[in-house]
């Protein structure tokens, strides 16, 4: 079991260009979840996919879109990138644990620097 | 909306009991209490969730008064390897719709030191 993927790892993008971070899990979770992770200002919370064929904002979705392509691959589009979007995004899933209790996996993020 | 307020940075020492507390004074009723623990370049790892009272697993336990105001989580025995950023994250999970508020904390940069 890979986990949660992300791609691509790193990317230097320049104000006013696109890009689409991808994001796959193969645990079979129906969450997902993008964040973007800031200096000082913790892990934020963009978008959210409670199941398939859902997607609902989080705390800062503004400049961003999101795509739940199958249970599998959630993706976040900057349609015009700004430098206040260099961050780390990381993406997670989730599912009802034995416990009760919810738990995210994590990829291993996406550096994006926005020059 | 529930705000997550916990400690910047501790020190400890090989061997010795941690405990960060994370205050949530505007918890919801629905909200579970959730740690994870982060190193650098990597995503956040789970370490333990509860609701209220006590839960304890293989590597933490987590203490949650009765009022469930603050949470405190325990690392029995540190290790250099625990030396990490420690999340405080409050949220309703089981929310399906629009309003699964996710708050961290700001995070505890804890040291451990030989």
């Known amino acids: 079991n890979a986990g949660v993927t992300q791609t691509p790892k790193f990317q230097v993008l320049k104000t006013g260009q696109s890009m689409t971070l991808q994001c796959a899990q193969d645990?079979?979770?129906?969450?997902m979840y993008w964040y973007r992770q800031d200096p000082g200002m913790g892990l934020r919370l963009i978008y959210y996919?409670?199941?398939?064929?859902?997607?609902d904002k989080g705390e800062v979705p503004n400049g961003y879109n999101v795509s739940r392509l199958n249970k599998r691959e959630f993706s976040l589009r900057l349609e015009s990138a700004a430098p206040s979007q260099t961050s780390v995004y990381f993406c997670?899933?989730?599912?009802?644990?034995?416990?009760?209790?919810?738990?995210?996996?994590f990829g291993p993020g996406t550096r994006l620097t926005v020059t | 909306l529930a705000k997550t307020t916990q400690p910047i940075s501790m020190d400890s020492y090989e061997g010795q009991e941690v405990n960060i507390t994370c205050s949530h004074n505007?918890?919801?009723?629905?909200?579970?209490i959730t740690w994870y623990q982060q190193f650098p370049s990597q995503g956040p790892r789970f370490i333990i969730q509860?609701?209220?009272?006590?839960v304890t697993n293989e590597v933490a336990s987590l203490f949650i008064p009765a009022d469930r105001k603050s949470s405190t989580l325990s690392l029995p025995r540190v290790s250099l390897s625990d030396t990490a950023v420690y999340y405080c994250?409050?949220?309703?999970?089981?929310?399906?719709?629009?309003?699964?508020?996710?708050?961290w904390g700001l995070g505890t940069s804890l040291a451990v030191n030989p």
């Open positions: 994250l409050v949220g309703d999970f089981r929310n399906a719709g629009n309003n699964r508020k996710l708050i």
């Open positions: 505007n918890i919801a009723t629905n909200d579970y």
């Open positions: 509860g609701y209220k009272t006590k």
């Open positions: 997670a899933s989730s599912e009802l644990g034995v416990g009760g209790g919810y738990e995210q996996y």
């Open positions: 996919s409670a199941s398939e064929g859902t997607t």
């Open positions: 645990m079979n979770h129906n969450s």
